[in-house]
């Protein structure tokens, strides 16, 4: 590798460098990154011998570093002396860098003047707490546990921001209003959030200037000021879920995430779309209030009611088994005898009810040759069009926009619809109809699933019964955490039976996984067999 490639690699970093690189003077050298005077950026190359280097570059810019070398593991003997001289360097200049921005801060926020009709204010809608105005920037103002100011963030009338070069960052924060004055307070990310935050509630609100930040001041505030509750007021998306996963590993279980119609998003979007009362009833700390038999007696609630021997109204199931035993099969069948009021599986139905089948697996092809066969089987049946619904693969793929994934807030409204329209919902294959964030981790994996699951609960307060039909993991059990296995009220597991039987088109053994509401003696492992000789229907059930 050459220095080309190192030019290359800190410019994919978003710091690339507009002039000869120094190789070899052991001193770290500034540079700026944006072509222009402010040289924030830093790097230092060692030479490490036969012609391999060692570099790290970054900018004081938010305390942002990276490593760089040349050569592979194992072909140099001096690197960790090497690093350990480029660290010792780097700390030093940091520091140096550091008391030299703190120092000129104090400077900055003391001839700053209160600002006066700032665009980022009017278009915020916030009247400036906490914060000053210098030229056409506001100024504001970053301190540490000691409350000591630690640097600046400028915010220019376009709402581009920037920090004070040497500006610490890590468990540095701005607090908006009094801790002391309340049980808790919240912590945001971003300047306007918070502030949009105590303008709406009175309460006080942190910002910590960058997600990444976010647990350390947790943490922090939370081992100074004990007695109070910290609330991580989340933003919307995958950097704001990442945020919660960390804050709740390291500070607690208050999150609070913004119910905004768009996929990212934060308060400030709430306080300025919706209200100021929206913002005070996504925000306030929620309180159980017990009720007394009678008050729980007199409330309305749908009847839960049996739709056949295994299946009943405000259930979470699941049917899962190896790929190519017949899920699907089983389960088209299955929602049609529903929609008809016919037995199939072992067990009659007590009424017809209105089906959706969601199909994310199998091509339009499959699903065709599929439907024509089962349809035959059962055209001496009345079929009510209205009652037998399928939301197929090719329908997804082109009324959406080329995916689907059910842990997606606007995915699942997209489904809402016509899912409030049916009394039972096949959901194939949730493997296929769900997708875990970059990074998978059981950790992102239980998240999602908890807000999946959050959202599926207003349908079974509805009466509606869910089938998930999924894939197993490789030892053959449920994929999934064991939150997932304790949401369900039904688990069926599907294996093949190995028979030799030319005329069969499927064969397969049913066992009772989990069954809440079925009794023991009820449940009975059987066998089901298709086949063109098993009678009318086709199927056998033993």
């Known amino acids: 590798m050459s220095l080309n490639d190192l030019q290359a690699f800190m410019a994919s970093k978003g710091l690339p460098i507009h002039e000869e690189l120094l190789v070899g003077t052991t001193e770290i050298k500034r540079y700026s990154s944006r072509n222009n005077r402010d040289k924030d950026e830093f790097y230092i190359i060692y030479e490490m011998g ?118 610490t960052m890590a468990g540095s924060y701005l607090v908006i209003g009094n801790i002391a004055n309340d049980d808790f307070y919240y912590i945001a990310e971003g300047y306007a959030t918070a502030a949009s935050i105590f303008e709406a509630t009175g309460v006080a609100s942190v910002c910590a200037f960058s997600c990444n930040n976010l647990t350390s001041c947790g943490v922090l505030l939370k081992n100074s000021w004990g007695n109070k509750t910290p609330i991580l007021a989340q933003d919307k998306g995958q950097a704001g879920q990442k945020s919660a996963i960390e804050w709740k590993k390291s ?76 899920k699907s099969r089983i389960c088209y069948e299955w929602a049609l005898c529903l929609s008809l009021n016919e037995p199939f599986m072992n067990t009659k139905n007590n009424d017809s009810y209105r089906c959706l089948y969601v199909d994310a697996e199998m091509p339009l092809a499959d699903t065709q040759q599929r439907l024509k066969p089962l349809l035959r089987r059962y055209s001496d049946c009345n079929i009510d069009p209205e009652k037998f619904k399928m939301l197929s693969s090719n329908i997804l793929m082109d009324q959406g926009d080329g ?67 999924c894939h197993p993991i490789k030892s053959g059990h449920l994929q999934g955490g064991s939150q997932m296995r304790n949401d369900m009220d039904l688990i069926l597991k599907i294996d093949p039976v190995f028979e030799e039987d030319e005329d069969s088109l499927c064969h397969f053994s049913v066992s009772f996984d989990k069954a809440r509401r079925i009794p023991i003696y009820l449940q009975k492992k059987f066998e089901g067999i298709c086949s063109a000789k098993k009678g009318k229907r086709g199927w056998e059930f033993r």
Not at 119 to 139: A, E, F, I, W
Not at 160 to 165: A, D, V
Not at 442 to 466: M, V
Request: net charge positive.
């Open 50 to 167: 036969n012609n391999h280097l060692k570099c790290l570059f970054g900018t004081w810019r938010g305390d942002v570093k990276y490593w760089w070398d040349s050569y592979e593991k194992g072909q140099v003997d001096n690197e960790e002396a090497v690093i350990k001289e480029i660290t010792e360097r780097y700390l030093a200049e940091r520091e140096k860098i550091r008391q030299e921005s703190r120092k000129k801060a104090k400077t900055i926020w003391e001839f700053a003047e209160q600002p006066s009709n700032h665009p980022y204010l009017q278009k915020k809608k916030l009247p400036g707490h906490m914060v000053r105005q210098r030229g056409d920037s506001l100024v504001i103002p970053l301190y540490n546990t000691s409350e000591e100011m630690t640097g600046i963030q400028f915010i220019n009338p376009e709402g581009e921001k920037r920090f004070l070069t040497g500006t």
């Open 251 to 326: 500070v607690n279980d208050q999150v609070r995430m913004p119910d905004i119609q768009k996929e990212k998003g934060d308060f400030s979007d709430v306080y300025l779309d919706i209200g100021i009362d929206a913002v005070k009833k996504q925000l306030r700390p929620f309180h159980y209030q017990a009720l007394t038999v009678k008050q729980i007696l007199k409330m309305e609630c749908p009847p839960i009611v049996r739709l056949n021997k295994y299946f009943t109204s405000h259930s979470m199931n699941i049917i899962y088994g190896a790929a190519g035993v017949g």
């Open 403 to 469: 995916r689907v994934d059910l842990f997606c807030e606007s995915h699942r409204q997209k489904i809402e619809k016509i899912m409030n329209d049916a009394d039972v919902i096949f959901l194939d294959n949730f493997n296929t109809l769900t997708s875990i964030p970059e990074g998978d981790s059981f950790a992102k994996h239980a998240y999602e699933w908890d807000r999946f699951f959050k959202w599926t609960i207003a349908f079974k307060n509805q009466g509606k019964c869910i089938v998930l039909i």
